[in-house]
């Protein structure tokens, strides 16, 4: 991304010209181009004004790029609530393990209904 080439002040007509000036591909999908967007106020602070951009001030040091991907409450790899009570579940399925044996125990005493019949 050559971010050099912007200026404040400097107006671009469309989303098509801005990548262009900027070295970037021109994306099709709506969350591509919220990406490049967020991508682009990284480095700039722009408004729009219908289909044009308008760029009001450029930083001297880029934002830091934020990645929210796993990190939001009740995605896949944030479950803390869950993964406590797993963890100690699998402690104290392996200490069983060494107490009998080192064999896994089949249902601890739960009995389920037949089925087979």
């Not at 406590?84 to 579940?89: E, G, K």
């Amino acid at each position: 991304m050559k971010v050099e080439k912007l200026q404040p002040g400097q107006t671009f007509k469309n989303y098509k010209v801005l990548c262009s000036e900027l070295g970037i591909p021109i994306k099709n999908g709506k969350d591509s181009k919220e990406a490049q967007y967020k991508e682009i106020a990284r480095y700039c602070k722009y408004t729009r004004s219908g289909h044009s951009f308008i760029i009001e001030e450029m930083y001297q040091v880029p934002k830091e790029k934020i990645d929210n991907r796993g990190k939001s409450e009740g995605s896949r790899s944030n479950n803390n609530v869950y993964n406590n009570a797993i963890q100690l579940l699998i402690t104290d399925l392996l200490a069983q393990c060494e107490n009998n044996g080192g064999k896994i125990p089949n249902n601890n005493g739960v009995k389920f209904p037949n089925n087979n019949g």
